[in-house]
């Protein structure tokens, strides 16, 4: 008996939801590895003590221009050659990347294969979020984006956990956990290239290829001012987020100083509770805009909470680590909307400039966190560490919460259309 179309479709839809989620797993692993293990590899190959701060800085710097290039690089391919083009290629060199990081001793090495890795990680999430919005019906996707959030943030678990307690058995000569952890992602990134065999392409994109239209033009976005204004908004939106995790979690053994902490505070283990709460919190967030029928209601609550929560944290006077990881806990599941803001860009633009959208948007804001933290550095100076933690923070949310009133509300919009050039 032949089995019934509906049943294969909806088979292959939960199996490319699966590798989407795995893929974000492998992708936040990844991404996340160096700030989980920056002071103990800086430290492993020779750097000193007082320059780890600023060697560490600038690899995340060069990280995250990375992410910016590779974001229009594997947006514009996976808009002209295919979504599952971009995700076999993105792996790829991410993955030979972080073995090539396993091996580096030095500071310039160390930065030049960030960078190529964070060229390679660009493609990962925007690809894979495409795919799911255009596969799923537009009243069900963002169950299925969701789900992506929720299963790939656990990679930030799992990075933090290799590196902290090593594995039984060493892939590094000097048995460094650091340089486990990295090898551990290559392996990871090829596990996951096997996976995406099984993986088919997008039907929208199938049907906009045989269509005499621009695909991938990264400059359609700033030939109309209506879709220009609508990218930069995109954009906008995440930007707290990056913040939270890049500048007040990354550095918490320095605002654990300022703040006059008990213990040291272990950026590590920041991380790890961060990112439990951000699954968390996309779970909620998923919910509430499935419940709501609203992506923009969903943004507003959660902005707001964010800004809530890292008063929480930079109040917490002579915190303790117990005390510091409750309330990475707390901020992660209150800016827990990576995937819902993600969603609303791929839902804001038409099928032939989608992946490009998707792919460029969240990296974008990831790129951000370089003018970030060239402020943040500035205003340390003037301010302190706390006062200007605060002025970011503040900053950053009001630019956000105007920019999520400019977008049109998205759920449950047909998504098969074209963009005019």
């Known amino acids: 008996m032949t089995e019934p179309s509906s049943a294969r479709t909806n088979r292959n839809v939960?199996?490319?939801?699966?590798?989407?989620?795995?893929?974000?797993?492998?992708d936040i692993y990844?991404?996340?590895?160096?700030?989980i293990v920056r002071k103990a590899s800086l430290l492993g190959i020779g750097v000193k003590p007082?320059?780890?701060?600023?060697?560490?800085?600038?690899?995340?710097?060069?990280?995250?221009?990375?992410?910016?290039?590779?974001?229009?690089?594997?947006?514009?391919?996976?808009?002209?050659?295919?979504?599952?083009?971009?995700l076999f290629g993105s792996i790829l060199l991410y993955s030979i990347a972080n073995f090539a990081n396993g091996f580096v001793h030095?500071?310039?090495?160390?930065?030049?294969?960030?960078?190529?890795?964070?060229?390679?990680?660009?493609?990962?999430?925007?690809?894979?979020?495409?795919?799911?919005?255009?596969?799923?019906?537009?009243?069900?996707?963002?169950?299925?984006?969701?789900?992506?959030?929720?299963?790939?943030?656990?990679?930030a678990a799992a990075a933090n956990l290799v590196a902290k307690h090593g594995l039984p058995f060493h892939f590094s000569a000097d048995h460094a956990n650091w340089r486990d952890a990295y090898f551990?992602?290559?392996?990871?990134?090829?596990?996951?290239?096997l996976l995406r065999l099984g993986t088919f392409e997008s039907g929208m994109f199938k049907n906009m290829e045989r269509k005499e239209v621009s695909k991938g033009n990264f400059f359609t976005l700033f030939t109309s001012w209506g879709r220009f204004k609508k990218y930069i908004y995109c954009i906008l939106i995440g930007a707290p987020l990056w913040y939270v995790v890049g500048v007040l979690v990354t550095l918490s053994p320095e605002f654990g100083k300022a703040l006059g902490a008990k213990d040291?505070?272990?950026a590590g283990d920041g991380i790890y509770y961060t990112y439990l709460g951000i699954a968390l919190g996309g779970i909620f967030a998923g919910?509430?805009?499935?419940?709501?029928?609203?992506?923009?209601?969903?943004?507003?609550?959660?902005?707001?909470?964010?800004?809530?929560?890292?008063?929480?944290?930079?109040?917490a006077k002579g915190l303790n680590s117990e005390q510091f990881i409750w309330i990475c806990l707390f901020m992660g599941t209150c800016v827990g909307y990576w995937t819902t803001f993600i969603t609303i860009a791929a839902e804001q633009f038409g099928t032939n400039i989608r992946a490009t959208v998707t792919t460029t948007v969240p990296n974008f804001v990831r790129g951000s966190l370089i003018p970030i933290n060239i402020i943040f550095v500035a205003l340390t100076k003037g301010y302190g560490m706390i006062n200007a933690a605060y002025i970011m923070m503040g900053a950053l949310t009001l630019i956000s919460l105007?920019?999520?009133?400019?977008?049109?509300?998205?759920?449950?919009?047909?998504?098969n259309y074209l963009e005019e050039n």
Do not use: H, P
């Open 14 to 26: 939960i199996f490319l939801v699966i590798v989407a989620s795995l893929g974000y797993f492998v």
């Open 30 to 35: 990844d991404l996340l590895i160096f700030s």
């Open 50 to 86: 007082a320059d780890v701060l600023g060697d560490g800085l600038s690899i995340i710097n060069w990280q995250m221009f990375g992410l910016l290039l590779g974001g229009v690089l594997w947006g514009v391919l996976g808009d002209k050659l295919g979504r599952i083009k971009v």
């Open 106 to 155: 030095s500071v310039d090495t160390y930065i030049l294969v960030r960078f190529i890795a964070g060229v390679g990680l660009a493609g990962e999430l925007g690809a894979g979020i495409t795919l799911v919005t255009e596969t799923m019906s537009k009243e069900k996707r963002g169950y299925g984006t969701m789900i992506v959030a929720v299963v790939g943030l656990f990679g």
């Open 184 to 193: 551990v992602g290559g392996c990871l990134g090829i596990i996951l290239l």
């Open 264 to 266: 040291v505070l272990s």
């Open 287 to 315: 919910l509430i805009s499935q419940i709501t029928k609203s992506r923009k209601l969903t943004m507003f609550i959660f902005l707001v909470a964010s800004a809530i929560s890292v008063v929480v944290y930079l109040t």
């Open 402 to 415: 105007f920019a999520v009133s400019q977008v049109k509300e998205s759920f449950g919009k047909d998504l």
